[in-house]
C-alpha cells in the first residue's frame, strides 16, 4: 500500500506571533515544526505501513527549512518524500497550492492519501478537500479514525454533535483531527536512518505547471493586511458581592469575550 | 441574477443560533451590495422552517425539499448546492464554519474555481469589501478580499461572532423551491452509521469549553456540580493533577503537563491554585476564567476573568446565570 | 628464659599443608578465572588512570572502612571480622615462615604480644564478628537482608575454623603446660576445659581438631570465588576500579559515531565489564534498597534486587555468550571470526536487560538520587546502569512512559519542559529591569535563572529574590534572556542523550559567544550539569550555586543582613547539591547567618530522602505505591519546625506541593533559601 501524506510545516504553537516593519508575519526565531495536524495524518500513515506494508510518502510544499520537517517525518517513519520548492509559489492561495499538491501527489499513485484538516497557523481547512475534487477522489474530512478494508475504508468523521461511519472507496483522502493517532517520538536509530532516505526536489517546471499560473496574481483571495489582536488585557477581578460578581462573569464572557 | 445567500444548515426542524447570526450579518451584506438576502434550506422536512429565516431578514428563501436529503453526505450536497448556485448565481455564500460548512464550501469553491475565506469573524464594508478572520491560532488576524474573477465569494462563518438581526414578526420571504435529480449524482460516500454523544458532554482535547476542578474540590461528589454547568455549556469536565492524585477524578480527565493539554475557547478553572504543571496544559486556551478562594492563586495571573470567592457559592449561581443567559439566546 | 612455643607440636607431616594449599588455591583461581571471563563478556572501559587517587581509595575503603562503619552495628560486625582475619591470616604467614623458610622470629616479646595476645584478641574480635552477624542474620533480622544458604554456611564456616583454632589452642596449652599460657587468655580458657583429660586423649584430639581447622580453612580458600566471598577479591577491586570521574557527570554517547549499532544498554553485552563486575562485588547488604526512595514507598524498584538479577543474568546468559563466542572463534566452516558481536551468529538470542533485570516500571522510578551509590561500601555503580538502560529504550526503542512526549517536545522546541513559548522565558525579569547579555554585554557573573526560575511563578519569586540579593551585594551580573535553554539535565536523566546535547551544545555555544567565565545558578540540576558535565562538550567554567554564594557573599561581610530572622528552620538536602556536589555546609551556614534555629530531619546530609522529582521524574506521573514527596514533607513536618528550607526549585514544588496536600501549607512554608535571604534583606532596609 502507498500512502500519501501532505505535509506542512508550521510555527510551533507557543511561537510569539509578530508583525515586520512591512506587516507581515515575522519568522525570525521561531521555531518551525511538523504541523500537528499534519503530524497526525504522518502517525497514521506509519501505522498503516506497519499493519499492512508498503511505503509512507510525504510530500510537501515549501522552501529549504521544510527539509527538517520532512526529516522529522522520515525519523518517525516514513521512507521517502517528495518537496516542491519554487519561488513563484510565495504568496499563492489555497486554490493554487491544491493545484500543485495535486501534481505532486498523483505522480506518487497513491492508495491513499491523508493530511491535516487545518493547519495550524493559516487554518484554511480547504487544501487537502480541494486536492480532493481536483483529483476527482472521495474523501472524509475531520476522522478520528480508519479502518482499512479490500479496496475501501471506513472512517470515524466528527459531527457536531457526535461522529459518524463513513464508507469510500480507495484511493481516498483522509483528513486527520486531533485524536486520529498519537505522534510517536522519533529514535536516534529513526533518526540516523532519516538522514539517508530518499528526498525528490521537485521546481514548478518538473511538475509541468506554469510558474505564471500561480503566486499572488492568480490568487482567488487577496491579502490585504494583518494585524495584531489587541494585546490580552491583564486579568480582571470581577469584585462586587458573589451573586452580582457571577452575574458580570457571565456578562463579559457573552459579550465582551463572545465565548459563550 | 445575483444575492447574498446563507446556506441554513437545519438539525432535526431546528437552526443553530450561527444561521440567525449570518442572516444578521448578511443581511448588511446584502444591502451593502444592493442585493437580495436569499437562504438556502437544503434538507428533509425543512419547508416549514422558511418563515424564520423570512423573520429574520431573508428576502427569499430557496427550499430543496427531499427526503434523501435527511442525511449530510458531501457528493449529495454539493451535487445540488452546485445545481442551485449554477441556477441562480449568487454574488456570496455564507457556510456556517460548522463541520457540515468546513465540508461542503471547500469542495464547492473546487468546482466553481473559486475562492473560500473560511472561519470568518468580521468583514468591513467599503468599496472593497474586507473579510477578517484569524490566523495563528487567533495571534494574529488578516484582512482579505476576493479577486474580481472569483464569484460566487464563499464564506464559512465562525459561530457566536456576529450579532442575529432582530426578528420582525410576520415579515414573510418569498419562498422558491427547487428540486434536483439526486440520481444524476454519484455517491461516494456511504454512511454506515451515526453516533450521537449520549451526553452533550465532549471530549476534553476537542472541547470549545473545558471546566476544571482543583484541590478546592474537596471531594469526588463535589464535581457533580462541576458537570452540571459543563451540561449547559456543553462543555468538557477536566481536573488538576491534584484532584486526579486524591483519587476524585479519573487520570484521563487531567488536564497539564503530564495529563491532556487543551486549547479551548474557554476555560474556567474552579479550585485550582494554578501550577505550571496546569498551566502547561491550558495556558493556550482564548479565554481563561478563574474561580478560588485565594486571591494570591497563580491561576489569577494567566485569567481574563476571575471571581475571588468560595466555589462552593460561586458555582451555583453561575449554573443559574448561565441557564438563563443561553435559555434567552 | 626466651618466651616461645614448639611449632606443630603433636603434628606429623605438616608439609602437607602446601600441596593442599595449593590444590586449595588452583580451585579458587579458577573459580576466580571464570569469574573474570564472565565480567569480560560486558564493553571495554578505561578505570586504571590516575593510579595514585586509586590507591587512596583502597587504603580509605577498604582498610579504614570508612563506608562500612557509616552503619554501626554491620560495620563493627565487618570491622571485627575483617581485621580479625587479616591477623590470623598473618600469623599463620609467620609461621610458615619459622618453621619452613627458617626465620627465627616467633620469639620474646613478638611471640608474646603478636603471635599469642594479639591473636586470641583477633580470634576473639572475628568470634564477636560473627555473633553480631548471625544476630543480624537470624535472631533480629536486619533491614534490607535476605537469606541465602550461602551466608549461612560462610557464617559457620568461619565459626567452626575459629573455634577449631581456640581449641586447638587450648589443648596444646593444656598437654604442654604452656607456660605463656597466660599470653593466649582466650586459648588458656579452653585449656581449662581440657585440663582433666588424659594425655593421650589430649594430644589425639589435638590432632584431629588440628587437620579439621587446616582442612577448613583451605575449604574456604576453595569455595570463596564461588561464594559471596568473592567479595574479599572483587570488594578492593571494585573500589580500585570505581569511577573517579565528578559524581554528577554521566558518560558522554558519541552519537555521531556511524559504525555503533546501538546506544545505551539493551543487553548485557553492552555493559560494560565493571558493570558486571559490579555484581561479583555485592553483598547483598542492602543498605542501597534501605536509602532508595523508589523501594521505601512501595514501587517496584530495588537497586539491591537491580544488581542481583543482573548477576543471575551475567552467570546465565553470561555462560552462553562465552560458549556461543567459542563456537564462533572457532566456526566449522573454517572462517575466523572475531569474538565481539558474534553472539547472534551463534544463533544466541540473548534477552533484553529491560523486562529480566529491571521491569520497565522499575525502569522509569529512579529518581537518580544516588542514596544507593552513596550508601554502597563497594561503590556498585545502580544510577549509570539504569541510565544505559533509559538510553537504550528512549534512543533505540522510543519506548517510554507517554507523558514524556510533551517534556521532549518542550525541551526540543521551546527549550523548556513545559514546552511554554521560549520567548517568554525573561518575561519574569520585564519589572525587574534585569540585564541581559545580548544587549548589556557580557558580565563578571551570568545569572543562569533555569527553566523553573524563568517559567514558574512560584520560582519566579526565587528568581526575584536573588536579583534583589546580587544587587545588595553590588555583584555585576546579567541574564541570557531568551537565549537561555534548558541545561538538559532532566532529558540526559530520562536517557534522551540526543537532545541533552543538542540542549548543551546551544547553551554552550551561547555562553562562550559571549565569553563567559563565572555562572550563578539557583538550580541544582543546572549547576550539576554546567559543572560537571558542560565540560564534556567544551563548556568550562565556574559554576556557582546560589545557596553557596549566598555563603560566601555574608561571609564577606557583603549582604546587609543586620535584622536576623526568627524563627525555627528544617532544611532539604537536594541530591543534585548534596550527594553529588557535596554542597551541605553553605545552605547551613546561610540558615545560621540568618538568626534560624535549624531543626534537622531523621535523614539529612548525605542520606538526605529525595523529594521524587530527580532524574527526570518532575515529568513523570507518580501512580505507583505512596508518593515519595508525601513522605518527605511528612519527616519535614515531622522536625515540626515552622519552615521548610530548600535550596532547589523542583523540591520546592515538590515540599510545597506536600504541604498543600497536607492542607498545612498556610502555616509551614516552604521557602528557597534566596527567598529568606531577602527577608533579611528587607527588614534590614
Given amino acids: 500500500m502507498r500512502i500519501v501524506v501532505c505535509m506542512k510545516q508550521t510555527f510551533d504553537t507557543e511561537a510569539k506571533i509578530a508583525l515586520t516593519a512591512d506587516g507581515l508575519i515575522d519568522s525570525t526565531g521561531v521555531t518551525l515544526v511538523v504541523d500537528p495536524y499534519s503530524e497526525f495524518a504522518v502517525e497514521k500513515g506509519i501505522q498503516f505501513k506497519e499493519k499492512f506494508g508498503g511505503e509512507v510518502v510525504i510530500v510537501c510544499i515549501g522552501d529549504t527549512q521544510a527539509e527538517t520537517a520532512i526529516r522529522q517525518c522520515m525519523a518517525m517513519g516514513a521512507d521517502r518524500a517528495v518537496i516542491v520548492t519554487d519561488p513563484a509559489m510565495d504568496g499563492s492561495d489555497q486554490s493554487a497550492t491544491a493545484r500543485v499538491l495535486a501534481k505532486a501527489v498523483i505522480s506518487q499513485e497513491p492508495d491513499i492519501i491523508l493530511g491535516g484538516f487545518k493547519s495550524v497557523d493559516s487554518g484554511s481547512a480547504q487544501v487537502m478537500l480541494r486536492l480532493a475534487e481536483i483529483l476527482n477522489l472521495p474523501h472524509v474530512n475531520v476522522v478520528t479514525n480508519i479502518e482499512i478494508g479490500e479496496g475501501k475504508a471506513i472512517a470515524t468523521r466528527e459531527l457536531d454533535d457526535g461522529v459518524e461511519l463513513v464508507e469510500v472507496s480507495l484511493p481516498a483522502i483522509f483528513t486527520a483531527q486531533q485524536g486520529l493517532a498519537e505522534p510517536r517520538y522519533p529514535s536516534v536509530k529513526g533518526i540516523m536512518q532519516a538522514k539517508k532516505k530518499e528526498l525528490k526536489r521537485l521546481t514548478l517546471a518538473d511538475l509541468d505547471i506554469d510558474p505564471t499560473s500561480v503566486g499572488p496574481a492568480n490568487a482567488k483571495v487577496k491579502i490585504h493586511g494583518l494585524t495584531l489582536p489587541a494585546p490580552r488585557k491583564g486579568g480582571r477581578i470581577i469584585g462586587g458581592e458573589i451573586p452580582e460578581a457571577t452575574a458580570d462573569l457571565v456578562k463579559a464572557l457573552r459579550d465582551e469575550a463572545k465565548v459563550i | 441574477m445575483a444575492g447574498v445567500w446563507v446556506f441554513a444548515e437545519a438539525k432535526d426542524g431546528k437552526f443553530r443560533r450561527v444561521i440567525l447570526e449570518m442572516l444578521g450579518e448578511a443581511r448588511k451584506f446584502a444591502d451593502h451590495l444592493g442585493e437580495e438576502l436569499w437562504a438556502v434550506l437544503v434538507g428533509s422536512n425543512v419547508a416549514e422552517l422558511s418563515s424564520l429565516l423570512g423573520e429574520h431578514g431573508a428576502d427569499k428563501v430557496l427550499v430543496m425539499d427531499n427526503p434523501n436529503l435527511a442525511a449530510y453526505t458531501t457528493d449529495v450536497y454539493a451535487g445540488v448546492t452546485l445545481g442551485l448556485i449554477n441556477t441562480y448565481q449568487p454574488t456570496a455564500v455564507l457556510f456556517a464554519n460548522s463541520n457540515m460548512g468546513r465540508d461542503l464550501a471547500p469542495i464547492l469553491a473546487q468546482k466553481l474555481d473559486t475562492g473560500l475565506i473560511t472561519d470568518l469573524t468580521g468583514i468591513t464594508y467599503g ?23 472569483a464569484r460566487p465569494m464563499l464564506l464559512t462563518i465562525r459561530p457566536k461572532v456576529f450579532t442575529p438581526a432582530e426578528p420582525q414578526t410576520g415579515r ?14 454519484t455517491l461516494r460516500q456511504v454512511i454506515k452509521d451515526v453516533i450521537r454523544k449520549a451526553s452533550t458532554r465532549v471530549d476534553l482535547t476537542e472541547a470549545d469549553i473545558v471546566i476544571s476542578g482543583g484541590r478546592g474540590m474537596k471531594n469526588p461528589e463535589n464535581f457533580k456540580i462541576l458537570e452540571e454547568v459543563a451540561d449547559i455549556l456543553g462543555a468538557a469536565v477536566g481536573a488538576s493533577r491534584a484532584a486526579v492524585d486524591e483519587g476524585w477524578r479519573e487520570p484521563q480527565y487531567q488536564v497539564g503537563q503530564t495529563g491532556k493539554v487543551v486549547s479551548p475557547q474557554l476555560y474556567i478553572a474552579v479550585g485550582i491554585s494554578g501550577a505550571i504543571q496546569h498551566l502547561a496544559g491550558m495556558n493556550s486556551s482564548k479565554c481563561i476564567v478563574a474561580i478560588n478562594k485565594d486571591p494570591e492563586a497563580e491561576i489569577f495571573k494567566v485569567a481574563d476573568y476571575g471571581i475571588v470567592g468560595d466555589l462552593f457559592q460561586v458555582i451555583p449561581i453561575l449554573k443559574q446565570e448561565l441557564q438563563q443567559a443561553l435559555a434567552s439566546a | 628464659m626466651n618466651a616461645t612455643r614448639q611449632i606443630y607440636w603433636n603434628i606429623q607431616g605438616h608439609i602437607a599443608i602446601y600441596p593442599l594449599f595449593l590444590v586449595a588455591i588452583v580451585i579458587f583461581a579458577y573459580g576466580f578465572y571464570l569469574k573474570y571471563r564472565l565480567w569480560h563478556v560486558g564493553q571495554p572501559v578505561d578505570r586504571n588512570d590516575r593510579k595514585g587517587a586509586r590507591a587512596k581509595s583502597l587504603i580509605g575503603f577498604v582498610l579504614g572502612h570508612t563506608r562500612i562503619l557509616r552503619r554501626r552495628q554491620p560495620g563493627i560486625m565487618h570491622f571485627l571480622i575483617f581485621w580479625g582475619m587479616v591477623c590470623l591470616f598473618l600469623g599463620t604467614i609467620v609461621v610458615a615462615l619459622q618453621s619452613d623458610v627458617g626465620l627465627q622470629i616467633m620469639h620474646g616479646p613478638f611471640y608474646l604480644y603478636f603471635m599469642s595476645l594479639i591473636l586470641n584478641i583477633a580470634g576473639l574480635a572475628v568470634l564477636l564478628g560473627l555473633l553480631i552477624a548471625l544476630y543480624r542474620r537470624y535472631i533480629k533480622p536486619a533491614e534490607g537482608l535476605d537469606n541465602q544458604p550461602d551466608d549461612a554456611v560462610i557464617l559457620i ?5 575459629i573455634l577449631t583454632g581456640f581449641l586447638t589452642q587450648g589443648l596444646r596449652i593444656a598437654a604442654t603446660h604452656d607456660p605463656w599460657a597466660a599470653w593466649s587468655p582466650v586459648g588458656n580458657l579452653f585449656a581449662r576445659l581440657f585440663a582433666g583429660l588424659g594425655a593421650a586423649t589430649q594430644s589425639e584430639v589435638h590432632r584431629a581438631l588440628w587437620w579439621s581447622h587446616l582442612f577448613l580453612a583451605l575449604g574456604l580458600i576453595a569455595y570463596l570465588p564461588y561464594s559471596k566471598l568473592i567479595h574479599i577479591g572483587t570488594a578492593p577491586l571494585n573500589i580500585y576500579f570505581r569511577s573517579l570521574e565528578p559524581n554528577g557527570a554521566l558518560t558522554r554517547l558519541d552519537l555521531e559515531d556511524e559504525d555503533l549499532e546501538t546506544f545505551g544498554a539493551a543487553k548485557l553485552t553492552d555493559l560494560t565489564w565493571k558493570d558486571l563486575m559490579d555484581t561479583d562485588a555485592c553483598v547483598r547488604c542492602g543498605r542501597c534498597q534501605n536509602n532508595c526512595p523508589a523501594y521505601l514507598t512501595g514501587k517496584p524498584l530495588s537497586p539491591k534486587a537491580l544488581i542481583q538479577d543482573l548477576k543471575l543474568q551475567v552467570h546465565q546468559q553470561g555462560k552462553l555468550i562465552l560458549a556461543a563466542r567459542k563456537t564462533a572463534a572457532h566456526p566449522t566452516t573454517g572462517e575466523h571470526e572475531t569474538a565481539a558481536g558474534s553472539e547472534l551468529d551463534a544463533g544466541l538470542d540473548e534477552q533484553n536487560l529491560v523486562g529480566t533485570v529491571l521491569s520497565e516500571d522499575a525502569l522509569w522510578s529512579c529518581t537518580t538520587c544516588r542514596a544507593c551509590m552513596e550508601q554502597c561500601p563497594v561503590f556498585v555503580e545502580h544510577v549509570p546502569k539504569t541510565i544505559e538502560m533509559r538510553r537504550n529504550q528512549v534512543l ?10 510533551g517534556a521532549f517536545k518542550g525541551m526540543e522546541n521551546n527549550g523548556n519542559p513545559w514546552g511554554l513559548g521560549w520567548a517568554k522565558r525573561a518575561e519574569w525579569a520585564d519589572d525587574l529591569g534585569v540585564k541581559v547579555v545580548a544587549t548589556d554585554g557580557a558580565p563578571e557573573y551570568l545569572y543562569w535563572v533555569g527553566c523553573a526560575g524563568s517559567f514558574d511563578n512560584r520560582n519566579r519569586k526565587v528568581s526575584a529574590a536573588m536579583v534583589q540579593i546580587m544587587r545588595a551585594a553590588g555583584i555585576d551580573f546579567a541574564i541570557l534572556g531568551t537565549e537561555e535553554k534548558c541545561c538538559g ?24 559567544g559571549y565569553g563567559i567565565k563565572k555562572i550563578i545558578t539557583q538550580c541544582p540540576h543546572c549547576f550539576n550539569t554546567l559543572k560537571n558535565e558542560y565540560p564534556q562538550f567544551g563548556g568550562n567554567f565556574e559554576v556557582i550555586h546560589h545557596s553557596a554564594f549566598i555563603a560566601q557573599l555574608i561571609a564577606a561581610g557583603r549582604l546587609p ?42 535523614r539529612s546530609q548525605r542520606e538526605s530522602f529525595c523529594c521524587g522529582a530527580g532524574g527526570g521524574r518532575m515529568w513523570l506521573e507518580e501512580n505507583l505505591g505512596e508518593r515519595i514527596n508525601m513522605q518527605r514533607t511528612e519527616e519535614a513536618l515531622s522536625t515540626n519546625a515552622s519552615c521548610i528550607g530548600t535550596a532547589c526549585p523542583f523540591c520546592l514544588t515538590m515540599l510545597e506541593d506536600g504541604t498543600k496536600r497536607k492542607d498545612v501549607a498556610e502555616n509551614i512554608k516552604t521557602l528557597d533559601l534566596a527567598e529568606l535571604v531577602q527577608q533579611a534583606i528587607q527588614s534590614a532596609q
Fill in chain 2, 127 to 149: 468599496p472593497e469589501i474586507l473579510f477578517k478572520r484569524p490566523i495563528y491560532a487567533g495571534k494574529a488576524l488578516v484582512e482579505l478580499s476576493f479577486a474580481a474573477n
Fill in chain 2, 172 to 185: 414573510q420571504a418569498e419562498v422558491i423551491t427547487a428540486s434536483a435529480d439526486l440520481n444524476a449524482l
Fill in chain 3, 157 to 161: 564456616l568461619l565459626l567452626v575454623i
Fill in chain 3, 396 to 405: 533505540m526503542e522510543s519506548d517510554f512512559p507517554a507523558e514524556l512526549n
Fill in chain 3, 489 to 512: 539535565d532532566s532529558a540526559r536523566r530520562l536517557g534522551n542523550e540526543y537532545l541533552y546535547q543538542s540542549l548543551a551544545e546551544a547553551n554552550i555555544e551561547t555562553l562562550n
Fill in chain 3, 561 to 602: 543582613l543586620q535584622a536576623k530572622l526568627n524563627g525555627t528552620i528544617t532544611y532539604h538536602d537536594s541530591c543534585y547539591l548534596g550527594r553529588y556536589n557535596a554542597i551541605y555546609q553553605p545552605p547551613r551556614q546561610v540558615i545560621e547567618a540568618l538568626g534560624l534555629k535549624l531543626i534537622e530531619m531523621p
